[in-house]
């Protein structure tokens, strides 16, 4: 069918998946579930139309004079909005169940996620394909525990250990950004396409030296081009991998982008990004700046948002990044903090409406130097005085924070 686009006058053309063609520029496409994604961009090779193809779109909305002969494109599709049908909307609108009820759920699912990483690093050093099934899997269970209690799943990524950052950082990414795109209200089944992007957007870094990697100091000038080139590396590895998703693999091109072009491998500038390159640019810093590195230690989750707050909007979106931090919280779940009474404790819910106030389980009292009965507290409650004096780090007072997560939350 051919018809007009009164809003660009361009002669636009609705084709079907098995129509599509290198080289054909796209303005929307549509999956069986009449899910409608608004995206413009050219079809640069026949990987992209697979990866569309597993994404079950079934239909798409082609301007033919814009077709190029040449298959050498740059595809980006810079902007896709979600319109959610009816029955979607009420499906992601599923009241959460208790905290408690899904952690233990969750903390089975992070180790065999950190597992799963491990498994595909290996694989990648011996130039084994990648499990592109058991990946999906894995993410989309990630996404539905998300969509039980997000809590549960992002006390787990507070809890880092040095030995295996590298497996742990992309996870957690993952995580955070699964709960982002939620926050957003973007379609469930996009999600699962994030999370899956996400959880490899740090795939090609297994190939860079060693060396440079666990490196103290700063990188030189060629160390550092090295490390940059983990992108292209992680793209080549999941073009060869069909059942990769395009919406995943635009995770991994553009994580390290930024607003102003100084970011890399392209140095694209404003709506060049896509808004999911944007949000995971974003949630990546985050996770970087609040994660202990060979040549750094981890900040706060408030100074993290300050530092996003610095450098926006010239590198990073303002508006996404204001709501990432209320997605967040002033105080993220999983955070340990120290009560003006001296008492210790991870917060466990965020207060909507006094985010300064939220709920924090408390197992320990700095004065007595011992441990106390486990009790939450919700500090916007008049009961209670106490007060968050600061966010602490657990080597401060030579806590086992994943010993008392565990006796918190799980045992």
Request: contains cysteine.
């Amino acid at each position: 069918m051919t018809k007009l686009d009164n809003e660009s006058l361009e002669i636009t053309e609705t084709i079907t998946i098995d129509q599509l063609e290198a080289g054909m520029y796209v303005k929307s496409f549509s999956d069986n579930a009449n899910l409608n994604i608004k995206s413009e961009g050219y079809i640069s090779c026949e990987e992209s139309i697979t990866q569309l193809r597993n994404a079950k779109i079934v239909s798409l909305v082609i301007v033919p004079e814009k077709q190029k002969q040449t298959v050498n494109l740059d595809n980006v599709f810079s902007e896709i909005e979600i319109i959610k049908n009816s029955k979607e909307t009420q499906l992601n609108k599923k009241p959460e169940i208790p905290l408690d009820n899904e952690l233990k759920k969750a903390s089975d699912l992070y180790k065999n996620a950190k597992n799963l990483q491990s498994k595909i690093l290996e694989q990648i050093k011996q130039e084994k394909s990648l499990p592109g099934d058991d990946i999906q899997t894995t993410t989309d269970a990630m996404v539905d525990s998300i969509f039980r209690n997000q809590d549960a799943l992002t006390c787990m990524s507070r809890l880092q250990t040095k030995d295996v950052q590298l497996t742990e950082h992309s996870l957690n990414v993952a995580i955070l950004m699964s709960v982002f795109a939620k926050h957003l209200n973007i379609d469930k089944r996009i999600i699962q396409e994030l999370a899956l992007g996400a959880f490899l957007h740090d795939i090609g870094i297994v190939l860079i030296p060693k060396e440079i990697l666990n490196k103290k100091s700063a990188l030189t000038t060629e160390e550092n081009k090295i490390m940059q080139s983990h992108v292209a590396l992680g793209i080549k590895l999941l073009e060869d991998t069909p059942s990769i998703s395009y919406i995943a693999i635009q995770m991994v091109k553009e994580h390290h982008e930024r607003l102003d072009g100084s970011g890399y491998p392209k140095q694209l500038k404003g709506k060049e990004i896509s808004k999911y390159g944007r949000m995971i640019a974003i949630v990546n810093a985050y996770d970087s700046m609040t994660s202990n590195r060979p040549y750094k230690n981890s900040i706060h989750p408030i100074n993290a948002f300050k530092a996003l707050i610095a450098e926006s909007p010239d590198a990073y979106d303002e508006e996404l990044v204001e709501k990432f931090i209320q997605c967040l919280g002033v105080y993220p779940v999983g955070t340990l903090v120290k009560l003006n009474s001296g008492k210790l404790g991870l917060i466990s819910k965020l207060n909507k409406k006094k985010p300064l106030r939220p709920y924090v389980r408390v197992f320990y009292n700095t004065r007595m130097n011992q441990a106390i009965p486990i009790e939450e507290i919700n500090l916007s409650e008049s009961k209670y005085k106490d007060q968050i004096d600061r966010c602490i780090k657990p080597e401060e007072f030579n806590i086992n924070l994943l010993g008392f997560f565990k006796a918190a939350f799980i045992d």
